[in-house]
């Protein structure tokens, strides 16, 4: 069993997130429930090891400390370690870069972390469009392509852990209730595919394939995403043959001996 002194650790560093990068020792005392004696002994040896950080700031012509903790340069270290020792990065970086001079489109590709998807590649478009992705950032499993096409592939059991979960609406396609998700991982899992519109940024649209590992399961997926004028739906065959190659390409290399399932 994990630690208590350890958990309560790990639990004060998930909240810091994009949405709220930074944090007083009143709001954390007040969201975690720890007495503010204890916390402050938990942000002292975070911020001696550099796992936090205080910035000085300028307060009355004085450089003074900031009442404001943010995440520090150790977990940029430990982040950089932790996304070069995944191997399927190494596998798929360069038949992500061959997809993306294929389409021209941003290539991405993501990983199966509890009931969310991380972004852990990410191959530019040569033309920029404003994506709510970029390495490092998470969509739940139901939203999105890219992360729904591997909640298509689990357990039912799975599939209900993330549904009971909160369920926010990111933009206008962001699907909400069960009906709507359980159609489009039913989609998924019989077409290959899964197709985005406006789910987590207004506008944009992503198609994604599966990826299987070495053991027949599903816990990446790789996509294309841009602006809707670049992806309509009424060409989406157009787009699926190449995805489902790359997908397979990368599958194989990872151990999935059989032959992949959609696509010729």
């Known amino acids: 069993m994990m630690s208590k002194t350890i958990e309560k650790g790990i639990n004060i560093l998930t909240l810091f997130t994009e949405e709220k990068p930074s944090w007083r020792l009143d709001e954390l005392a007040h969201e975690t429930d720890i007495p503010k004696p204890t916390l402050l002994r938990f942000l002292k040896t975070f911020t001696e090891l550099g796992v936090l950080k205080r910035p000085y700031i300028q307060s009355g012509g004085q450089l003074v400390l900031s009442d404001h903790y943010f ?97 926010k609406k990111y933009a206008s396609g962001t699907p909400v209730t069960d009906e709507e998700i359980y159609e489009l991982i039913e989609f998924g899992k019989n077409n290959g595919y899964a197709y985005s519109v406006s789910e987590l940024e207004e506008g944009t649209i992503s198609i994604a394939v599966p990826i299987f590992n070495s053991n027949r399961e599903v816990e990446y997926s790789i996509s294309i995403a841009g602006i809707d004028s670049l992806l309509p739906k009424e060409k989406v065959n157009g787009f699926l043959e190449g995805l489902w190659a790359t997908a397979a390409s990368i599958s194989a290399e990872l151990g999935y001996s059989l032959p992949y399932p959609y696509g010729v």
């Open 71 to 167: 995440l520090g340069h150790k977990l940029i270290e430990l982040g950089a370690i932790a996304a070069n020792s995944i191997e399927i990065r190494s596998l798929a970086i360069p038949h992500m870069k061959m997809l993306q001079q294929k389409f021209d489109l941003a290539v991405q590709l993501i990983v199966m972390d509890d009931t969310d998807g991380l972004y852990i590649e990410k191959i530019e478009s040569l033309k920029p469009v404003l994506l709510y992705t970029r390495v490092g950032r998470r969509a739940p499993l139901y939203a999105g392509a890219c992360s729904r096409i591997i909640l298509s592939f689990q357990s039912e059991e799975k599939i209900q852990e993330v549904l009971q979960k909160t369920r």
